[in-house]
């Protein structure tokens, strides 16, 4: 298992050699012991839903079959991975699965796109007030000095502007000054079938005070959480939504290595669904 770990997350410069390395053996023994033993009940093309608190290891790069060997290791482009035969979901409690299953039967969703992105922690906001003094203040019982030390995100920009273009316009995005909690709050999320927040990503305790997985946005107002640039999953939660796909991309989302831990990924995902997005 840890093997499948460090060879999912180790970084290295590209090479043809370490490109053909994988534990294979590993692959096949956690595929016969996990999804093999269930294969009387689900066909190629079917749901799994993984309850998948404790590892970071997508059950996707299982493999069924050992595939060709190319050199010192295997040619794994065409390899038999389980991501080719199902479709992985990952949920972290049955509440979650609950609230999955009816989305589910709920009518036919919109097609707008609402991208969220760039957040604006330094400079003035909207209403021309210094954001550093919100963060220096912070909200009661938050040390968000910090958030003002996280790095910016211009290439978000660019990538909810490129998103958007594939909608042919049918959407909206709030970027920098914009992209505030009470500004999601009242684009009317219900009308929109994909949102994608290109944002940071927090873990609990990141910042003192914070006992839960949030996503960074533009803080407005140092005197409540409703509007202090911090998106909770709790919060999340409350949200009404009626999106097909809720994509999470910048820093920390990832949840593969070095970022926000599966628990943690998890309650964000957790807290989507509850509000009303399948995946």
Known sequence: WKLLQISISGIYSPSPLK??????????????????????CIQPGDTVYMVNRHTNFPFELLL????????AGFSLKDADWAINK????????????????????????????LGVGEPLLTGLTSSGTDI???????????????????????DTAL?????????????????????????VR?????????????????????INGINEAALVLTPVESSGRLNDGLLTSSELADLSLNARVAV????????????????????LTSALAVAGVPS
């Open 248 to 267: 999470l991309s910048a820093c920390n989302t990832a949840g593969t290595s070095g970022g926000l831990s599966v628990p943690e990924m998890q309650g």
């Open 19 to 40: 490109d053909t390395q994988f534990p294979v053996e590993s692959a096949l023994r956690l595929y016969s012991a996990l999804i093999r033993p269930a294969e009387g």
């Open 159 to 183: 990538e909810l502007e490129s998103v958007l273009k594939n909608f042919k316009g049918n959407g909206k995005i709030l970027l920098g000054a914009e992209a505030t909690e009470l500004a």
């Open 132 to 154: 550093q003094k919100h963060l220096e203040r912070g909200a009661i019982g938050l040390n968000m000095a910090s958030i003002g030390k996280l790095p910016p995100l211009p």
């Open 186 to 206: 009242r684009a009317g999320l219900g009308d929109f079938g994909y949102l994608s927040f290109a944002t940071h990503g927090l873990a609990r305790e990141e």
């Open 86 to 113: 199902y479709n992985f979901s990952y949920i972290g409690s049955v509440r979650e699965f609950l609230a999955l299953r009816k989305i589910d039967n709920r009518a036919v969703k919109p097609s707008k796109f």
């Open 64 to 71: 069924e079959k050992k595939p060709t060997k190319l050199g």
